[in-house]
């Protein structure tokens, strides 16, 4: 049973465009995350939510939109897709705040071209 | 503000040898302190957590890290490399009362036979 699931695995698409990354945890877990992965491998986290409530915006631009309709879901919407954009997208949850680790989703490949 | 810094992006051992990964931490709180390993195309999995308890701590597959204060480190150790063990290593930071956790840049783990 996955704990941290987020679909779809790959997403290939156009500039301008817009799509959304969901994401679901099955742990019982309060806080949710999403981090993006550059290509060389740099972590850095975008949103942290907590019971459903944004606790942190890290500097994201504004086309990235998340939403959490209860604390087992966190869902990604993006705008007016960038090249920029591309990279690889993880969700993560974790317990309680950031004394306990996180389990990360199995990440979101997005490629714009 | 917190940072972590990674030691080498890249570290190369031959199988059987003794696998250091270097983590050096700036914290204004007492930190929690993570690694985690990433394999191909997968997401993040927590090997060991230092959560101001033992300073050397233990994790899975064999690793351990051993929490320095007075140095800001917290490497990462193996005695004896296997080749399943090559990935990506981040280190990681966290004050434990907030909702974020800094990410090193990563370390790669080359096993050679």
């Known amino acids: 049973d996955t704990a941290v699931s987020q679909t779809p695995k790959y997403l290939v698409t156009q500039m301008g465009n817009d799509k959304s990354i969901k994401c679901e945890q099955n742990?019982?877990?309060?806080?949710m995350y999403w981090y993006k992965q550059d290509s060389k491998k740099f972590l850095k986290i975008m949103f942290s939510?907590?019971?459903?409530?944004?606790?942190i915006n890290e500097t994201v631009p504004n086309r990235f939109s998340p939403k959490s309709p209860d604390k087992a879901h966190l869902n990604l919407h993006i705008n007016s897709l960038e090249l920029g954009d591309s990279a690889v997208y993880f969700c993560?949850?974790?317990?309680?705040?950031?004394?306990?680790?996180?389990?990360f989703g199995q990440g979101t490949r997005l490629t714009v071209v | 503000a917190q940072s972590v810094t990674q030691l080498g992006s890249h570290v190369s051992v031959s199988e059987g040898a003794l696998v250091l990964l270097r983590c050096n931490y700036s914290?204004?709180?007492?930190?929690?302190l993570f690694w985690y390993v990433q394999y191909p195309n997968q997401g993040l999995q927590l090997l060991l957590k230092?959560?101001?308890?033992?300073?050397l701590v233990k994790g899975i597959n064999g690793f351990e890290a051993e929490f320095k204060k007075s140095e800001t480190s917290f490497h990462l150790t193996k005695p004896s490399a296997h080749m399943s063990d090559a990935a990506e290593y981040f280190c990681?930071?966290?004050?434990?009362?907030?909702?974020?956790?800094?990410f090193g840049a990563g370390t790669r783990l080359f096993v050679k036979a």
């Open positions: 914290s204004s709180v007492p930190p929690y």
């Open positions: 993560a949850s974790s317990q309680s705040k950031g004394n306990t680790e996180a389990f």
């Open positions: 939510y907590n019971n459903k409530e944004l606790i």
């Open positions: 742990l019982g877990h309060d806080t």
């Open positions: 230092y959560t101001s308890a033992a300073t």
């Open positions: 990681a930071v966290s004050d434990g009362g907030g909702f974020k956790t800094i």
